[in-house]
């Protein structure tokens, strides 16, 4: 993670992936994410990122899989949590052009498939950052989830409580 820059001062717009996040193509989890070299190339080539006041955190879109940020999120977030944040949308850019609907309302936030497998991804390299449990059950922590669903998402993915 020292090799990447994060460049928190982008106005608002619209950007390449390696506009905002400087080398992150380096990085050993994306090849594994996206399984080729060639993948990985298309993903930074074609998808697009938009930085905007409206949204809080980060999201992908469903229909394009474009990567929404938000200013304030960019600008005031430790390195390490964007940078956590950023593989965990990546593995939804994959899933969206696998076809799956990221946001499929059949399942509760914590149970939906798609977030259980960005967030093993994004704790898995966690844990390679060397981040302890405890750490790491923090950064699951968002508001929208109540405290239970915190907790079985975090057992969801393996961090204990």
Known sequence: MNQIKINHDVENGTYYIEEIFVNLKNTEILLKIFETRE???????????????????????????????????????????????????????????????LYDESYSYVDRPTEIEAYEIAVEEARRLGMNDSEIFDYLRVEWISDDEHKRLASRVGVLV
């Not at 940078?83 to 076809?99: A, C, P, S, T, W």
């Open 39 to 101: 993948n990985l190339d298309n993903v930074f080539e074609n998808i697009s990122v938009i930085v905007n006041e409206k949204t809080h955190y980060m999201h992908v879109q469903n229909d394009d899989a474009s990567i929404v940020i938000g200013r304030n999120h960019l600008r005031n977030s430790e390195k390490k949590i964007l940078y956590l944040d950023i593989i965990h949308e990546l593995v939804h850019v994959k899933q969206q052009r696998q076809g799956f609907d």
